[in-house]
């Protein structure tokens, strides 16, 4: 049973993700900040396309593919991961000045 939940839910999120595409017009007004995090990262359409196969996409090329989608997956993970601690260290840093100056100016 848990097996089929996950791919359930590996199906919605796909279907999410499909939805939640941008448009052309959106898609090319992205920063290169995102467009280098996103560098590489599969697509929903070669996910779905390796959820939904056809039956020629079944045999031990299918399976290659999917390591190789496995492993775009990973780094795209850990670059996501990168760029959370990252991003997260310097609000904390900020904060931190930030509270250090208000504190310094009631003291001085």
């Known amino acids: 049973m848990r097996w089929w939940r996950r791919l359930v839910h590996a199906r919605r999120d796909l279907a999410v993700a499909f939805l939640a595409q941008p448009g052309e017009d959106v898609a090319a007004g992205l920063d290169l900040s995102w467009e280098a995090l996103a560098a590489g990262a599969p697509t929903s359409t070669e996910l779905a396309r390796a959820v939904w196969p056809d039956t020629a996409a079944l045999g031990v090329g299918g399976l290659e593919e999917l390591e190789a989608l496995d492993a775009r997956l990973a780094e ?33």
């Open 76 to 108: 795209y993970e850990a670059r996501v991961a990168a760029t959370l601690d990252n991003v997260t260290a310097q609000m904390v840093r900020a904060l931190t000045d930030a509270h250090r100056a208000e504190t310094a100016t009631k003291e001085g």
